[in-house]
């Protein structure tokens, strides 16, 4: 008898267990299902809503001095590396025409002046190239580099040429950037302009491309590049001003561009990056002949060199805080520099010319160029910016940001205004009209509504979204 209870006592205590850790995984089963119902539940409750207009209002800003934020604005910010470069082209230039280097059987003068060059000249190919690449809107492109060459340009030539030197054809010509085909109206106020007309001659032709091919249109920059050097082997022309024969050291830089966006990259960048170096100092020297022709693909490859070495290395020399400052200034310092060295400033003997008046050339030229930049070039600058603002938000004023039932959330994804607007026109209407908040961000004014975010949850969205790209909605 007392074995038969001990065995129905086991019997019931097995029982007992079992049903205990039934019950506890029925409770956890039944609690992650709640979570999961509710975080579904919320997940349809916020599809279900009205999707606002992510709305930034525009900051008001004055063109302000030298500062930290203006100074990391002075080349394109993923390539902080190109303010070094673009640095070392400004002070090669700069020695070229206000210092004696060496001899002049040497011809180091020379050296440094057509490195400096090349070096400017496939910079600015590459970032042009670059910007064209990601943004292809050829008015915007043509506001930014007007208003970059031209305010500076015009206040120089206007003062040198009708109040130092009068000489309406050479203020003329010199304004028209077409001066370096027309040397004789060249002298020592205007003799460096012939690089600035060979960029503005480069940014009509790139911009004419980008408008008749479109994005596709800028690898025609390979050919090209080719072809000038050809032309220039053709003529035994090592180095000049013209543009047909100098703007191959442009396209260089173009087609690194192109190289570098589509995600080439090189292998053993140090080596490369000394090899291209030398390379780049020895096709610069005037006396190795036809080895000049090589010049631009020497500087094109350090270029792409220093972009990777930059890349892994984010705190190197070249994008250090000084280079940034002398790269934001270059631009002036390079038109303003030889109305300080010219006339008196230039003449007497050598120790009168480069112990006293040289120190005080340069001054007045670093001054000059940091007024220049920062209280002047910067206001043209940001009302072009605000300009662009402007024409994007007049370009979307019907603005696509509908609602669930046009399988729309708010996503991480931004687009401006302007170019959602061409990508959505008129889904706006689909808009759920009888939310609160949905009129009341329709009735802010356009200028408010730079910024929207929207994701597509459905594919009857998208056949919606293709047929706003067709412009067929």
């Known amino acids: 008898m007392a074995v038969q209870g001990a065995h129905l006592y086991r019997m019931i205590y097995r029982l007992n267990v079992n049903f205990r850790s039934k019950l506890v995984h029925s409770t956890s089963s039944l609690a992650i299902s709640g979570q999961v119902e509710e975080k579904t539940n919320q997940l349809h409750t916020r599809a279900r809503r009205p999707v606002p207009l992510l709305v930034e209002q525009p900051v008001r800003e004055r063109a302000r001095p030298y500062s930290a934020t203006a100074m990391s604005s002075s080349t394109d910010e993923k390539f902080p590396v190109l303010d070094g470069l673009r640095a070392i082209s400004i002070l090669l230039v700069l020695a070229d025409h206000l210092l004696p280097i060496g001899p002049k059987v040497w011809q180091l003068n020379a050296t440094a002046g057509s490195m400096g060059m090349s070096l400017f000249f496939a910079l600015s190919g590459f970032l042009i190239t670059s910007g064209l690449i990601k943004n292809p ?25 009708l109040i130092f030197s009068l000489d309406p054809k050479a203020l003329l010509w010199t304004n028209l950037f077409f001066v370096n085909y027309l040397s004789q109206y060249l002298n020592g106020w205007n003799a460096h302009f012939w690089s600035l007309c060979v960029e503005m001659q480069f940014y009509f032709a790139i911009a004419l491309i980008v408008l008749i091919g479109g994005r596709r249109g800028l690898w025609v920059v390979w050919p090209a590049c080719l072809a000038i050097t050809l032309l220039r082997v053709y003529g035994e022309a090592y180095i000049d001003i013209r543009t047909h024969l100098r703007v191959d050291e442009i396209l260089s830089g173009a087609c690194v561009a ?40 020497a500087t094109g490859l350090l270029l792409l060199a220093s972009l990777q070495h930059g890349a892994a290395n984010p705190d190197t020399l070249l994008a250090s805080r000084p280079m940034r400052y002398l790269a934001r200034i270059s631009y002036a310092l390079y038109i303003i520099h030889p109305a300080t060295a010219h006339g008196w400033m230039s003449e007497g003997s050598l120790m009168a010319k480069y112990l006293f008046k040289r120190p005080i050339s340069f ?53 401006t205004v302007g170019a959602l607007a061409e990508q959505c026109k008129g889904a706006a209407a689909k808009q759920n009209a009888g939310s609160d908040e949905t009129r009341r961000q329709e009735s802010l004014p356009a200028a408010s509504v730079p910024l929207i975010t929207l994701r597509r949850s459905n594919s009857a969205s998208l056949a919606s979204q293709n047929l706003a790209n067709r412009g067929e909605y």
């Open 137 to 161: 809107n050829i008015s915007e492109f043509m506001a930014r580099r007007l208003a970059r060459i031209l305010p500076l340009s015009f206040v120089y030539t206007i003062i040198v040429f």
């Open 258 to 297: 192109t190289l570098y966006n589509s995600g080439a990259r090189l292998r053993s960048v140090k080596m490369v990056m000394l090899a291209a170096a030398s390379l780049w100092a020895i096709t610069g020297f005037p006396l190795v002949g036809p080895l000049q022709h090589l010049r631009p693909y």
């Open 363 to 415: 001054a007045l030229t670093f001054i000059l160029a940091h007024l220049s930049t920062f209280y002047w070039e910067n206001r043209w600058q940001f009302a072009c910016k605000q300009w662009m603002q402007r024409r994007r938000v007049a370009g979307g004023t019907i603005v696509c940001a509908a609602a669930a039932k046009d399988g729309f959330d708010v996503s991480r994804t931004t687009a």
